[in-house]
């Protein structure tokens, strides 16, 4: 997840702020509101129990000695009572306007002891047992989540009570209920609740947009900062304007900048040299070069370093000889040991984990007597042998070359006045008989097949002008396959082809290369006389555009693996021995290689790499293609 701006967060802490203290306010707002409504309407439930009682008081009072009721009898004083209470005009009235006038109010009604209604405001209701309900009084005293629990909770009827005493028995006989509906108290603070919400809501985003404008003018000093140190960090010093004399914070962070950015491109200068020139060097190093401070601190670490140790640069960039080596290995153990007693380790050969023959030296610097650093080296001995090797096949393809094109030239001259003088021969001779004539017929046949070897053999030797082009290594490869293809086919052989998806661009001699690779192609189909599948990838390999073809089929023998590429040698019937002395010529005028390998029964690989566009324009081309094109420069020569 990315890391919210400086301006973002400033927003996010405003708004923050903002809609705590609106929640805190609206929540103080709507908890008076709603308890404030709510004792209203207790207050109202109490007025109307007190009016109740104070109307229905009169009939409590009434002396009932003269009546013939017995007033021990709690069942005839009960009726007595009930009977004024009914036929009291006063009551009945006053219990009619009360849900009128009050819209909070359910109802109201007089029961008695047992929950017998004697008076409610539904008629219905009069003479049956009402449940009592919860006191509305709980409902005041809740907290505020509780009361809107309540109010919006499913809808609920509360009373409010106020015991009756009949005066002259002066015993309870029933009580005053006020009955109050949520839903009408609901309705009637909803509109209040809306108005603080809304309120609310239109402070928290005139708030946002607030906090927005006063980030952007509070922050406008510190994008100007911002511009500056990029224009400083990306080396465009010379750029930044000289910023106008302010006596605030601005002004005095501004000309540290500018000071900064003055130091920083004189010091950028002189570190852009060395690293230009280092990284160059270090670049075109075929050696593992690690060289480590006082503290033993690895602080240069060359590319190829990578592939003796099998950690990335980034890994041990900084880092101790421990946390880089491991002692399971022999290059670990040789390097923490000479570590470990200060010894330096000459040129010394050693075998790696992978089988690989690694030669290694570490040589500890000194300074008036005091060690500063160590160097450590890694070569590829195997790949130091190659390289040799390939060099020597170069010179002896070279050889070979100025030797055959001498005797080319001899030879040509001589077969040329053979040519002219057989043909004088056979116009001389009128009347020859069929053998004879069999006999010119044959030498002339041969004479035109050896001039034609001979011409075979100048084409060969002749130097070569590279008509160089751009072009993507992949086109040329699919149309390698398209003129492959019926060969293959006759030899039921099937060409696959694998191409990385991005593009490999190549700056190269499209006609050469592609005869090149069409030998290498049609050499491996005719590997296959029982048929097989014969595969062709092309990939990019670091700076080099890397094409592999793979057959099936019996291999090379290895005592004609160094042979392979040499003039005239062949192990196909009819073979003329030039395809791969001349794919390998071609490969080399590139600055590429050719490479090989072979397993008996199960098939050869031959592996062109061709530097791409950018790293030859760059001049980073193999050593060994540097070396081959100086030797071929001596041939033409």
Known sequence: MPALSLKTKLVFAITAMVVAIVATLSTLYISEVVHQRIHEVYQVADVIKLHVFAVSKPAMGVDLSSSKIDLNDP????????ELLQYDSGITALLESVTGDSPNILDVSIVDADGLALLHTNPALQGTVIPAREDFKNVLDSGLRQQLKLIYGPARAYDVRLPLIHTATGKPFGEVRVGVYTAFLKQDIQ???RRALIFSGTAILISMILAAGLSNLALRPLAAISRRLDLISSGKADLVATPQKRSDEYGTVATKIERLGRQMRDVKEVFSALKENLDQMMANLQDGVMLFTSDSNAVLVSASAERFIGKARGEMLGRQPEEIFSRESILGRKVLDAFASREAVGQEDIEDAQGRNIQISLDFIEEHGERIGALLTLRDAESVHRIEDEIELSRRLSAIGRLTSGVAHEVKNPINAIVVHLEVLRQKMKEIDP??????DVISSEIQRLDRVVQTLVDFTRPVELRLNDLDMRKLVEDVVSLASPAAEKHQVLIEREATPDALPVRID?????????????NGVQAMPDGGTLRLTVKRDGDSALISVRDQGAGIPENIRDKIFNLYFTTKTGGSGIGLAMAYRVVQMHHGSVEFTSII???TTFYLRFPLAEAAANGDVPAIAKAA?????????
């Open 629 to 637: 094109a100086k030797e071929d420069s001596v041939s033409k020569a």
């Open 75 to 82: 069942k005839q004083v009960e009726a007595a009572v009930q």
């Open 191 to 193: 509109p209040q609740i």
């Open 435 to 440: 053998d004879t004539r069999r006999h010119v």
């Open 510 to 522: 499209a006609d050469l290369v592609k005869q090149a690779l069409l030998n290498i192609v049609l």
């Open 601 to 603: 029964d199960h098939g």
